[in-house]
């Protein structure tokens, strides 16, 4: 019998998550298996110094379609999700972190809106945050807001699905935490559509955040420089078009 999905690449970057990778990978399996006919799960390692390498080595040797990705040296968040966007194979291409704090059992929830647009990206409803991680997810709204320009609920949730076509008109070039805000920023410039659909929120059982008040300082830095380059972007695009020969009679 078909499944709700014919095909889909799900992405997870992991950094230091040994805590928790056995739940989050399992349940993952679990899920893809129930929603799609056809998937892959790619699990990017940045750089990770604790058991996390060898847990996805044992998940890979026995499940053929986990595939890892593994960066020697810690890259950062942005950078593991670039480098798992460019390696999946499927029409579908979905991401989510690997602390579990989703069931992804709701991709199916934003699948039927991908028909309609390009990125369907998740809210989180009934947020299980700590006080600290909240008060900074707040702020971060409100500053890509105010710098970028745009109309999200809740820019960096990590539960966004998107049309493979997707990537071929947005480039992304982001360090740090700042992809998120990138993914919207850029397509928004080049035309495309997106969607919000709320995505039920865990508590994280186990682990630790990566993300702190200092990062929001970090991030301003980083959304200036994205406003920069979108800037320069769109002045490179104008003067081309300028410089495009008219077509004979």
Same mark, same amino acid.
């Given at each position: 019998?078909?499944?709700?999905?014919?095909?889909?690449?799900?992405?997870?970057?992991?950094?230091?998550?040994?805590?928790?990778?056995?739940?989050?990978?399992?349940?993952?399996?679990?899920?893809?298996?129930?929603?799609?006919?056809?998937?892959?799960?790619?699990?990017?390692?940045?750089?990770?110094?604790?058991?996390?390498?060898?847990?996805?080595?044992?998940?890979?040797?026995?499940?053929?379609?986990?595939?890892?990705?593994?960066?020697?040296?810690?890259?950062?968040?942005?950078?593991?999700?670039?480098?798992?966007?460019?390696?999946?194979?499927?029409?579908?291409?979905?991401?989510?972190?690997?602390?579990?704090?989703?069931?992804?059992?709701?991709?199916?929830?934003?699948?039927?809106?991908?028909?309609?647009?390009?990125?369907?990206?998740?809210?989180? *409803? $009934?947020?299980?945050? &700590?006080?600290?991680?909240?008060?900074?997810? %707040? !702020?971060?709204?409100?500053?890509?807001?105010? +710098? @970028?320009?745009?109309?999200?609920?809740?820019?960096?949730?990590?539960?966004?699905?998107?049309?493979?076509?997707?990537?071929?008109?947005?480039?992304?070039?982001?360090?740090?935490?700042?992809?998120?805000?990138?993914?919207?920023?850029?397509?928004?410039?080049?035309?495309?559509?997106?969607?919000? *659909? $709320?995505?039920?929120? &865990?508590?994280?059982?186990?682990?630790?955040? %990566? !993300?702190?008040?200092?990062?929001?300082?970090? +991030? @301003?830095?980083?959304?200036?420089?994205?406003?920069?380059?979108?800037?320069?972007?769109?002045?490179?695009?104008?003067?081309?078009?300028?410089?495009?020969?008219?077509?004979?009679?």
């Amino acid at each position: 019998m078909s499944k709700s999905i014919p095909e889909l690449s799900a992405l997870m970057p992991a950094y230091n998550e040994e805590e928790v990778l056995e739940t989050s990978i399992s349940e993952a399996v679990a899920a893809l298996d129930d929603l799609c006919d056809k998937w892959e799960l790619v699990i990017v390692d940045d750089g990770s110094t604790d058991a996390t390498p060898e847990i996805l080595k044992a998940w890979s040797e026995r499940e053929s379609r986990i595939r890892i990705l593994t960066q020697k040296v810690n890259s950062g968040y942005s950078r593991a999700l670039i480098e798992g966007f460019s390696a999946c194979r499927y029409e579908a291409i979905f991401y989510t972190d690997a602390d579990a704090q989703f069931d992804l059992q709701h991709i199916a929830d934003l699948y039927p809106e991908l028909a309609k647009v390009d990125m369907v990206a998740g809210y989180r *409803v $009934g947020r299980q945050d &700590r006080p600290i991680r909240y008060l900074t997810s %707040t !702020v971060y709204n409100w500053l890509q807001s105010r +710098t @970028l320009g745009l109309r999200v609920k809740d820019v960096n949730c990590a539960f966004k699905l998107f049309r493979r076509s997707f990537f071929d008109r947005v480039r992304l070039s982001s360090d740090g935490f700042l992809i998120d805000a990138e993914l919207f920023a850029r397509a928004q410039r080049a035309g495309l559509s997106w969607s919000q *659909v $709320g995505v039920p929120h &865990r508590a994280r059982v186990s682990g630790s955040t %990566t !993300v702190s008040v200092s990062t929001v300082f970090e +991030t @301003l830095r980083e959304l200036r420089a994205l406003k920069k380059s979108l800037l320069s972007d769109s002045a490179a695009s104008q003067d081309a078009e300028q410089e495009r020969p008219l077509s004979s009679p």
